[in-house]
C-alpha cells in the first residue's frame, strides 16, 4: 500500500471528513497526472533556487514601498522594462 492510500484509509477509519476533502483535494491538484520524480530539483542544473523571482520580487517592493495606482505602476514598469534592455 502507497503512502496515500495508507493516509485516506486511515482518514477513513478516523472519520476525519475534513482531511479527507483536502486529501482528494492534494491528490486530483498535485498528484494525479503529475509524475512525483518532477518535484525533485536535484538534479536541474538551470534554477536550483528561486532567486531570480526572488530578486525582482525585492526590486519592485523597492520601487514601490506602497500600493502605487494603476498609471504610476505603468509607468513604473515601462521604465524597468526599457533599463532591462541596456544591461
Do not use: R, V
Not at 35 to 46: A, G, T, V
Amino acid at each position: 500500500m502507497d503512502i496515500f492510500s495508507l493516509i485516506k484509509t486511515k482518514s477513513i477509519e478516523k472519520n476525519s471528513c475534513q482531511f479527507l476533502k483536502f486529501l482528494e483535494y492534494f491528490y486530483e491538484t498535485y498528484l494525479f497526472g503529475y509524475d512525483i520524480k518532477s518535484w525533485n530539483y536535484y538534479n536541474n542544473i538551470e534554477h536550483i533556487t528561486n532567486n531570480a523571482s526572488e530578486s525582482f520580487n525585492n526590486s519592485l517592493n523597492k520601487l514601490f514601498p506602497m500600493k502605487p495606482n494603476f498609471y504610476e505602476l505603468i509607468n513604473k514598469l515601462n521604465e524597468q522594462e526599457h533599463l532591462s534592455y541596456y544591461d
